[in-house]
């Protein structure tokens, strides 16, 4: 099945794939520091082979009943013959072990919940130019196809972990993306490229921060690194 963008199921898609309130406006710096930047963004796409991190994701629910919850695990993305995939495994939920694991490849997304012995497949069929788009922000997307998709303003530097960083304002330049994403926060490493952190938000005020820390990059991926393994009697449920 093909999922719209602005279906529920291709919602969820995106919401677990990583890769996001509108707030108040913040002031640009010079076109010229932003071109900077991009062209920067340029460069690192064409030495970008993979990156893995320790990831902490923590979603902030500000309306209707304040609410927030926290998930760490770590997340490996690979570019490979033009092509984008993900791993994704959340181990700790408010500190208590849990288990998932998600992994998007050749516009394909599956989420396996063992607990619950079930395996989500979603496939993003024409939607994959958008999928890609956004599991790019900060991990092998080029400058020139960061400006295709998103209006890209420079909002100034500010350190994540002691390292400095560029950090961009991002607004979706497609209508049915902006359904789910109001805006994006990148703060992007000045050394690598890469994004250190990202802030996303939806048009009702909630919003994901994800932090990225003990970054490893163009490190050997293993063979197997995208492959899901499941118990014989897991339920597949095809979208």
């Known amino acids: 099945m ?7 199921r291709f919602k969820l898609f995106i919401v677990f794939a990583l890769l996001v309130c509108a ?11 932003l071109a900077k930047i991009l062209a920067r963004l340029d460069a ?3 030495k970008f082979k993979s990156a893995q991190a320790e990831i902490t994701w923590e979603n902030v629910q500000t ?3 304040p609410d927030s919850d926290m998930q760490v ?9 033009g092509q984008l995939r993900m791993a994704l495994h959340l181990r700790t939920e408010n500190g208590k072990p849990i288990q998932k694991d998600m992994v998007y490849a050749e516009g394909v997304f599956k989420l396996y919940e063992p607990k619950i012995k079930q395996i989500q497949v979603f496939k993003a069929g024409s939607n994959r130019a958008e999928a890609d788009t956004i599991l790019t922000l900060g991990f092998g997307g080029s400058g020139k196809d960061l400006e295709k998709s998103w209006q890209v303003s420079y909002v100034g530097s500010e350190p994540v972990d002691g390292d400095e960083t560029w950090k961009l304002q991002l607004i979706p330049r497609d209508e049915s993306v902006r359904k789910n994403f109001a805006k994006v926060l990148l703060w992007i490493d000045t050394d690598s490229g890469i994004a250190l952190k990202q802030q ?20 050997s991926v293993p063979s ?4 899901i393994k499941t118990a014989s009697d897991t339920r597949i449920i095809n979208h």
């Open 2 to 8: 093909k999922l719209g963008l602005g279906s529920n």
């Open 23 to 33: 707030g108040a406006p913040v002031s640009a710096f010079a076109a010229d520091d």
């Open 44 to 46: 690192a796409a064409g």
């Open 63 to 65: 309306e209707p009943i």
């Open 73 to 81: 695990g770590n997340v490996l993305f690979e570019r490979k013959s």
């Open 200 to 219: 996303s938000f939806d048009p009702t005020g909630n919003y994901r921060v994800v932090h990225y820390t003990k970054m490893r990059m163009n490190a």
């Open 224 to 227: 197997d690194a995208f492959v």
